[in-house]
């Protein structure tokens, strides 16, 4: 496998073990206060998304993320066959991420989540988080990509917070996480409606971006 995908496989192997872990490590030592373990969960994501988007990112652009690569490839920067061995190595390297999760806390490897996340504020929040997602790293990118690790985290910790959903926006991550019946999970009905409304929001997201973050020599 080329450098790329071995570095989108180890980097959402991490990303999604490191939200399904810390949310089962927070979710114990919280004491039943939800409030606290959501804290948790936001700072060790987004300590995650710093550290490997600022190591990968130079090897596959570090997306994790099945509807930031979409988004890459309607813009133009990937061809569909890259684009399909990212998601893939996506898939391929999240989901044990989430069973190695299980395994360091003594939980049941392979499960499937009874919670329920549905309705339309749930929805609106998948489109918002996911469209905000998209909409920092195409401006980011456009004017200041050093600083997309930290801007991309930031954002994610943010959303945790201010969105219904606490902020999936990855419809990879959103896939592995009905694989595990803890505290980051979501039940395997409610996913195809995340995924909707997320790849939506990327959509969107998409358009608004090239129209606002256009290069100068066209703007003028």
Not at 63 to 84: E, I, M, Q
Not at 166 to 194: E, K
Not at 199 to 220: N, Q, S, Y
Request: with cysteine.
């Amino acid at each position: 496998m080329s450098r790329d995908v071995w570095a989108e496989a180890i980097g959402s192997f991490f990303l999604f073990c490191t939200v399904i872990g810390s949310g089962i490590m927070a979710e114990r030592l919280a004491g039943g206060n939800a409030a606290v373990a959501l804290l948790g969960n936001t700072a060790a994501t987004g300590a995650m998304l710093f550290v490997l988007i600022t190591m990968l990112g130079p090897l596959s652009g570090a997306h994790f993320n099945p509807a930031v690569t979409l988004v890459f490839r309607l813009h133009g920067d990937l061809s569909t066959s890259a684009a399909l061995r990212l998601i893939a190595a996506q898939l391929a390297g999240g989901i044990p991420g989430i069973w190695a999760a299980h395994l360091m806390f003594t939980e049941p490897i392979f499960q499937l989540s009874n919670k329920v996340r549905s309705g339309t504020g749930q929805w609106a929040g998948e489109f918002i988080a996911t469209f905000g997602l998209v909409f920092v790293i195409l401006g980011t990118i456009r004017h200041r990509p050093q600083a997309v690790p930290a801007s991309v985290a930031l954002y994610i910790v943010a959303a945790y917070w201010f969105t219904s959903s606490t902020s999936f926006a990855n419809p990879a991550i959103t896939m592995a996480r009905a694989l595990s019946d803890t505290f980051a999970g979501i039940a395997p009905a409610d996913t195809p409606a995340f995924i909707a409304a997320q790849l939506a929001g990327a959509c969107v997201a998409l358009v608004a971006g090239k129209a606002i973050f256009v290069p100068e020599d066209a703007a003028t």
